[in-house]
Nanobody, 126 residues
């Protein structure tokens, strides 16, 4: 059973930076695409970023593509989301998710992912 644990969330000021980690246990992530999603109170869970089984296959939503970076370290079985120039509207619970994937690119569809972490809270406020 694949288990995912997010960490790195917290309270930061606007313009600050934060790095989220998604650590996996139970299985190697080598053949899993990993997605980052976020959900603010009263809103639907939305896709932020994803990375495929190739380190050249990444996606960033338009609202974060100039500020966030996704990467993976298969040796550590961990995926990272580097978040820079954080804004109050980035405040949400951030989730990582995984699905076995062999295609090109990566899926940015919430219902496609089969395994989810419990989420980590990110709050951006002055």
């Amino acid at each position: 059973q694949l288990q995912l644990v997010e960490s790195g969330g917290g309270l930061v000021q606007p313009g600050g930076s934060l790095r989220l980690s998604c650590a996996a246990s139970g299985f190697t992530l080598d053949y899993y695409a990993i997605g980052w999603f976020r959900q603010a109170p009263g809103k639907e869970r939305e896709g932020v970023s994803c990375i495929g089984t190739s380190d050249k296959s990444t996606y960033l939503a338009d609202f974060v593509k100039d500020r966030f970076t996704i990467s993976r370290d298969n040796a550590k079985n961990t995926v990272y989301l580097q978040m820079n120039v954080l804004k109050p509207e980035d405040t949400a619970v951030y989730y990582c998710a995984a699905v076995i994937y062999y295609g090109m690119g990566c899926p940015n569809v919430r219902d496609y992912y089969t395994d989810w972490g419990q989420g980590t809270q990110v709050t951006v406020s002055s």
